[in-house]
C-alpha cells in the first residue's frame, strides 16, 4: 500500500510540474538561446504572407502594429511604415502582375530566451504571374517578427528559381 501511495505521489508531483523550454539553438555570440515559439504567433506570421499574395490589405492592417518597419531584399535599406500605407504599398508592389501565388513550404517560430517578441522564419516559392503574359518564380524568405500578437518588423530575402 505504502509503495502504491508513493507512487501516486511521485506521479502527481511530475503531473504538476511546469514544462520545461528546450533550447532551439543559439541566438547570438552571447551565448543566449532560442526557444520554439508559438503556434498562434507562427500561424499570423503565414497569414501575412498568403495575405500578401491575395491583396488582402484588411487582413494585412489587422495583423500589424500602427508602425511596421520593413528590409527589402534588395536596397539595403529598412523602410519604416505606418500600417495606413500598407494598401497603397501594396497595390503599388502589385500593379506589374496580374496574381501572385505563394506556396509556404515551411515556418518556424523562435523566441530568444527572456525576450518579449518571437521571429517567425517563413520560407516558400513566389510565382508572379505578369501583365505581360510572362511569368517569374522566385523563392523568398521572410523574418516576420511579432510582439503580443501584432507584426512590427519584416526581413526578406529572395532569390531567382528555375
Known amino acids: ?6 507512487l501516486l505521489t511521485t506521479l502527481f508531483f511530475i503531473g504538476c510540474q511546469q514544462p520545461v523550454e528546450k533550447s532551439a539553438g543559439i541566438a547570438n555570440s552571447d551565448g543566449a ?3 520554439l515559439g508559438s503556434d498562434d504567433e507562427n500561424q499570423i506570421a503565414v497569414n ?3 495575405a500578401y499574395a491575395d491583396k488582402d490589405t ?3 492592417y489587422e495583423m500589424m502594429t500602427d508602425t511596421v ?9 529598412m523602410m519604416v511604415m505606418s500600417r495606413d500605407d500598407v494598401s497603397d504599398i501594396v497595390m ?3 500593379s506589374p502582375y496580374d496574381s501572385i501565388k505563394r506556396t509556404v513550404w515551411n515556418a518556424v517560430p523562435l523566441k530568444t530566451e527572456g525576450s518579449d517578441y518571437t521571429r517567425v522564419t517563413v520560407a516558400f516559392s513566389e510565382n508572379r504571374f505578369l501583365k505581360d503574359g510572362t511569368q517569374e518564380n522566385v523563392r523568398l524568405i521572410d523574418r516576420i517578427f511579432i510582439r503580443d500578437g501584432k507584426i512590427f ?4 530575402w529572395d532569390a531567382e528559381m528555375e
Open 1 to 6: 500500500m505504502k509503495k502504491i501511495l508513493f
Open 33 to 35: 538561446k532560442y526557444v
Open 48 to 50: 501575412l504572407v498568403l
Open 58 to 60: 484588411e487582413s494585412m
Open 69 to 77: 518597419r520593413y528590409w527589402p531584399p534588395q536596397g539595403g535599406k
Open 92 to 94: 503599388q508592389l502589385h
Open 153 to 156: 518588423r519584416i526581413h526578406q
